[in-house]
């Protein structure tokens, strides 16, 4: 029963260029949300997406940043242009259907991304 | 806007000292969930709490939740090396998205 899965979990990458980093939820689960953890800090809401819709992004900085949830695959995170200040961890948490749903988030094991 | 803060940002203990960290909202919660992350790790789900002065015991870990709902502490009894890492609470306002808005974080350090 494979949890929250994550690639890449390291990302090295130069300024200007994309970043992408890829999340599978558990299996059942058809919710999807990304954290953003700066060194020596804590967790910042990004984005909520269900299958094929952006529920909530009020987490995203306006450019650059980009979401989706496609209806076959992964969820991606997407960061254009990419600059020193990206550098950070990001984690991808789902949950089953959050209609009545208010109960734990699990979480992947991050991909950690290195902006040089 | 919905903030949660947490105090200590920092301690560090004796193993088998005790340890507490406390949670606070702008405003009144759903419910309250606490998370570890040890070291280079990913937050861990370790416990929620929805009533309005509810306690919870998980072992050497005790979690409250204030009578208003806008605050949270958890307490660990005589501490392990085993429990060092950074525990976090998140709080939940309700709503249509679940989400979690995450505290700033106490980071546990125990000296064997």
């Known amino acids: 029963n494979a949890g929250v899965m994550q690639n890449p979990r390291h990302l090295v990458r130069r300024r200007g260029q994309e970043a992408r980093l890829r999340c599978s939820p558990m299996k059942g689960h058809s919710h999807v949300y990304w954290y953003r953890q700066l060194p020596e800090e804590g967790l910042k809401f990004m984005v909520y997406l269900q299958k094929e819709n952006i529920i909530d992004e009020s987490g995203m900085p306006k450019e650059r940043f980009s979401a989706e949830f496609p209806k076959e695959g992964p969820s991606i995170l997407r960061i254009q242009q990419v600059v020193r200040g990206d550098s950070a961890a990001y984690f991808c948490a789902s949950s089953p259907r959050a209609d009545s749903y208010t109960g734990e988030l699990f979480f992947g094991e991050g991909s950690r991304l290195t902006v040089l | 806007g919905q903030q949660v803060m947490q105090i200590p940002q920092y301690q560090h203990v004796q193993e088998g000292e005790d340890f507490t960290t406390y949670c606070n909202s702008s405003t009144t919660l759903s419910n309250i969930q606490w998370y570890k992350q040890r070291p280079g790790g990913h937050p861990v789900f370790l416990i929620q709490?929805?009533?309005?002065?509810e306690v919870k015991k998980q072992k050497r870990l005790t979690f409250q939740f204030g009578e208003a709902k806008k605050n949270s502490s958890l307490h660990i009894t005589a501490t392990q090396t085993t429990d060092v890492g950074t525990y976090f609470c998140a709080g939940n306002y309700g709503g249509a998205t679940n989400k979690l808005i995450f505290g700033t974080g106490t980071l546990l350090a125990v000296q064997p």
């Open positions: 709490l929805v009533k309005s002065g």
